[in-house]
C-alpha cells in the first residue's frame, strides 16, 4: 500500500508551493461590500422611454414624408405604446398611404383602411430598441462610475441578455448621495426659446395665448435649486441639446461663480447661432431633465462656446464638478429608478471584519484542540490536512483573482470558510472511526488505516458532492451569497484532497514500514 | 483509544412511531402556525421595504423613536436594539403596495423614498436648522471631501488629518462631540475651521438596504428556483448513486428538516431573507451528509450481512456511524455557535438556521430517514431486498 510515497509527498508539496504562491499577498483578495463598506445598487430602465422616443422620430419622419407627397391627414399621432395612429384622410389616399408605410416604417406592422390607418412597432424591433437602451444605459453609468476613482467597480445587466435591470456594485464608496445623483441624474441637457414666463403660475403664463398651451410649445418649470421655480413657456423643439456639446470644462461667470463652459460641435454651433442670431434680446432657457436652470437673454449672436450658469442662486463649486462628470459621459438614454439599494457604511464592515475574524480562529481553536484531544497524533495528522485546506482555499481565491474572475470575501464567505472547515474535519472524522473500527475488529495497523481510508470514501464523495450541489444553485445568487457558495465549494473540493490524499500520505510517511507497528495512536 | 460513544447497540427504529409524531406535531404546528397566524415573515428582501441600521449621539428610547416616525405613519415598523447603550438600532420599515400608491409616489422608487423619508424623520430639530443653514454633516463626509475643507487652514497637512478624522469615525461609528475629535489629536485651527463649516449629526446612518417591490420578486424567484434546482439535483445525485429508494428517502428527510426549521423559525421573531435562504440550503446539504453517510453503512452492510434482517441491520448502520454522527455534528454546531455569538448581528438569522437546521439534521437523518426507507421496504418488497 506503500507505493510511489515519493512521488505522492512530491504532488503534495507543489500544490503546497503553488497555493502559497497564489495566494500571496493574500491583501490582493478583495472584500466584499458588506465588509469594507460601498454600495449594491440595482436600477430599472425605464425602455418605454426609449419606445416613445423612437415612436416620436417615426411619427416626425412620417409627417415629412406625408407631406413631401402631399397627403394630408388630420391626425397623426401616438396612441398607447408603440402605436401610431393616422386618421382624417381622404379614401384615394388609401392606397398611397399603404405603400407610403410599407415602405419606410419596416420595424412596424402597419394596417390601412380608407378612414384609418394605424402601426404596431414590432415586437422583435422594441426588443432590440429596449436592448441597446440598456446596452447604453450601462455604457453611459460606466463612464460615470469611471470617474469615481472606486476600486473594481462592476456594472452588470440583471435578468439576462434583455434584462432591463442593471446591477452597479461600487466597493469602498464613501459619498453615498454623490453617486446615487451622479448615477440617477438623465442629463437630457437642452436649450430652448422663451416665449413666455417666467410667471408664478400657469394661468399668469399663459394669459396671452387664451389659456391654452399652443401645440408648438410646453409648459416647465424652473428648478427650485437654481431659480424662483415658475412657470416657462417654451417652444417645444429644443435649439441645441447635449449631443452637440463636443467638450465641457470648469469656467467662471461674471460675477466670478463657478460655471460649466462648453464647446460645440459644427453642426450643433450653426443652430446655436441661428437660434440667438434671431433671438437677440430674448431669454434662451436652459434645461437639465427637464426643470429649467437658468435662463439667461441673448446678449448677442453666440457661436460654438458658451457658459451654464446656476441662475439666480449660482453652482456650487462641487455641483459644477459633478454636472461636468455627467455631461461628459452623455445622457442616459431612458430614465432609471432604484429598486434595490444595498449600503454599507464603512464603520459596520470594519465591525464585520473584527468579528468575522475572531469566529474563524476561535472556530479553527475549538476544531483543532478537540481534533487532538479526541484523535492524539491522528489529530495533528488531520490538522496538518486542516491547514493545508486552508492555504489551498486562499490560493484557489488567489487564483480566481488574477484570472479576473470576480470573487471576493464577504461575511457570508467567512461562513462558507467555517462550514468548510466542518465539512474537511468530518472527512477525517469519517475515516478515523472507520479506522478505530477496523483496529477494534482486530486489523493489524496497517490494513486498518489502508481499509478505514478506501472503506470511507464512497460516504466522504457521496456526502460532499451532495453539498457541493447544494451551494451550486447559490452560484447564481446576489453578491454575499454567491460569496458564501464560492468559498464552501473550493473547502470542500479542497477538503477532499486534504483528507483522503494528504492524511493518508502523512500516516503512511509517520508509520514505520518495516518494523511491525502494534498501536496506532488514534 | 479515547473514545465518548462505545460500541452503542441503542434500537433506533423501535422508536420510529414516536419520532414521527413529534416532528409532525411540531411541523403541523409550525404549519398553522404560519398559515392561519401570519406566522412567518418576510423580510425586507422578499417583501420590499427598507432596513435602516442607524447609530445616535446620544442613547435614546425604542419609544422616543417611534414618536419621531409616528409623523410618517411608519411608527409601526419594527425597531430592535443592537449593541449596548441604547444608541444603534436596526429600523425595519414595510409598506403595502397599496399604501405606497396611495401616497402617489414613483412605485419603481417607492421603498428607496421611504428609506430617505426614514432617515429625515429621524433627525432633530438641531439637524436640520444645521442643514438649514448650509452646513454639511461631519459624520457623512468622505476624506476627499474634507481635505478640501481643511486645505486652506492645514495646507499639505489636510490629507492626513482628513484621513485620521475618517478613521476615527469608523472605529467610533459616530463621533459625538467635538471634544472626542481634539482628543483624537485634531488641532485648534482645523477644529475651528470644521465647527465653521461643518454639524455633528445626532445620527450616522451605518447601513441602508431598500428593496422595491420588483426586486423584492425578482429575488424570491431566484430563491425559490435554487431550491428547486437543489433539491432535485440531490434526489437525482442519490438516486444514480444508490437507488430511487434512498433518494427517495433521503429526499423526505430533506423536506422534513425544511419544514420543521421553518416551523422552528415561524414561532420567532425572525425574518426570512436572502442569507436565511442560503442558511436553508446549506442545511439541505448537510443534512444529506449525514443521512448517506448512514445509508452508504447500510449499502456496505447489505453486502456483508446477507442473512439478517432489514430493521436490525438499519439499527446496526446507525450504531456503527453514531460516533460520526455526533462528533461530526458537535463540531459543526460548536463553530456555528461561536459564528452566533460573534459573528454579528448581520448574519445572526443565516447562522440561527444552520444552527438550528443543523440539530434537527442531525436527529432526522436517525429517526426519520433509516424509517422512510424502511417502509418504502415495507410497501414495495422488492424482489432483490435492497440490496444494489
Known sequence: MKKNLLARSILVLVVLGVALILSYPPKKIPLGLDLQGGMHLVFQVAT???????????????????????????????????????????????????????????????????????????????????????????????????????????????????????????????????????????????????????????????????????????????????????????????????????????????????????????????????????????????????????????????????????????????????????????ALPASIGIIENRTIGPSLGADSIHRGLIAIIG?????????????????????????????ILFGTLGALVMLKIPVSLSLPGIAGIILGIGMSVDANVLIFERIREELRAGRSVLSSISFGFTRALSAIVDSNVTTVIAAFFLLGGTG????????????????????????????????PRRRKVEKLSI | MLQVFKETKIPFLKYKYVAFIFSFSIIIAGLVNMIFFNGLKMGVDFSGGTLIRVQFNEPISIGNLRDRLSPINLSESRIQEVGQEKREYIIRATQSKAKLRGQNVNEMEAAELMGNRVIEALRTDQDRSAIGNGLQDLNSLDDKSLTFLLEPVLLD?????????????????????????????????????????????????????????????YLWRKAEVAILYALL????????????????????????????TLAVFSFTRREINMPVIAGFLTLVGYSINDTIVIFDRIRDNLKILRKMDFQELMNLSINQTLGRTLITGGTTILSLVILFLFGGEVINDFVWVLLVGIIIGTYSSIFQSCPYLFFWWKIFKPKKGMRK
Open chain 1, 480 to 511: 454575499a451569497v454567491k460569496g458564501y457558495a464560492v468559498t464552501l465549494i473550493i473547502s470542500i473540493g479542497a477538503s477532499m484532497f486534504t483528507a483522503v490524499f494528504v492524511s493518508h500520505l502523512i500516516f503512511d510517511l509517520t508509520i
Open chain 2, 157 to 217: 497637512k489636510a490629507a492626513g488629518m482628513a484621513r485620521q478624522i475618517v478613521d476615527f469615525r469608523v472605529r467610533q461609528g459616530i463621533v459625538r462631540n467635538w471634544d472626542e475629535l481634539k482628543a483624537a489629536g485634531v488641532g485648534q485651527d482645523a477644529l475651528a475651521r470644521l465647527k465653521e463649516r461643518c454639524y455633528l449629526s445626532s445620527l450616522a446612518v451605518l447601513s441602508k438596504e431598500t428593496v422595491g417591490p420588483v426586486a423584492g420578486e
Open chain 1, 48 to 330: 418605454n422611454d426609449a419606445i416613445n422616443v423612437y415612436t416620436d422620430q417615426s411619427i416626425g419622419r412620417l409627417k415629412q414624408l406625408l407631406s413631401q407627397k402631399k397627403i394630408t391627414v388630420k391626425s397623426l399621432s401616438k396612441g398607447e405604446l408603440g402605436h401610431i395612429k393616422i386618421q382624417g384622410y381622404s379614401p384615394d389616399d388609401e392606397g398611397k398611404i399603404d405603400s407610403l408605410l410599407g415602405e419606410y416604417l419596416k420595424d412596424w406592422d402597419t394596417s390601412v383602411t380608407s378612414t384609418t390607418a394605424s402601426a404596431t412597432l414590432k415586437p422583435e424591433a422594441a426588443r432590440t430598441i429596449r436592448t441597446e437602451t440598456v446596452d447604453q444605459a450601462m455604457e453611459t453609468i460606466r463612464n460615470r462610475v469611471d470617474q469615481f476613482g472606486v476600486n473594481e467597480p462592476t456594472i452588470q445587466r440583471q435578468g439576462g441578455l434583455e434584462g432591463q435591470q442593471i446591477v452597479v456594485e461600487l466597493p469602498g464608496m464613501r459619498d453615498f448621495e454623490k453617486a446615487m445623483t451622479l448615477i440617477k441624474t438623465t442629463a437630457l441637457l437642452e436649450w430652448k426659446l422663451v416665449q413666455a414666463g417666467p410667471a408664478a403660475d400657469e394661468a399668469t403664463l399663459l394669459k396671452n395665448f387664451g389659456g391654452q398651451v399652443p401645440e408648438d410649445m410646453e409648459v416647465l418649470r424652473g428648478d427650485s435649486k437654481r431659480t424662483e421655480g415658475g412657470y416657462y413657456l417654451l417652444s417645444r423643439v429644443a435649439g441645441i441639446t447635449g449631443q452637440d456639446l463636443s467638450s465641457v470644462h470648469l469656467d467662471r461667470d461674471e460675477r466670478d461663480n463657478p460655471a460649466v463652459g462648453f464647446e460645440l460641435k459644427p453642426d450643433g454651433s450653426k443652430r446655436f447661432a441661428q437660434l440667438t442670431g434671431e433671438n437677440v434680446g430674448r431669454q434662451v432657457a436652459i434645461i437639465l431633465d427637464k426643470k429649467v436652470q437658468s435662463s439667461p437673454v441673448v446678449q448677442n449672436q453666440i457661436m460654438d462656446r458658451g457658459i451654464i450658469t446656476g441662475g439666480l442662486r449660482g453652482f456650487g463649486l462641487e455641483e459644477v464638478r459633478d454636472l461636468i462628470i455627467i455631461l461628459k459621459s452623455g
Open chain 2, 233 to 260: 439535483g440531490m434526489l437525482v445525485y442519490m438516486a444514480v448513486r444508490f437507488k430511487l429508494s434512498y433518494g427517495v428517502s433521503g429526499l423526505l428527510t430533506l423536506v422534513h428538516d425544511v419544514l420543521f
Open chain 1, 363 to 391: 472556530s479553527l481553536i475549538i476544531t483543532m484542540i478537540f481534533l487532538v484531544f479526541y484523535y492524539r497524533w491522528a489529530g495533528v495528522n488531520a490538522l496538518a490536512a486542516l491547514i493545508l485546506n486552508m492555504i
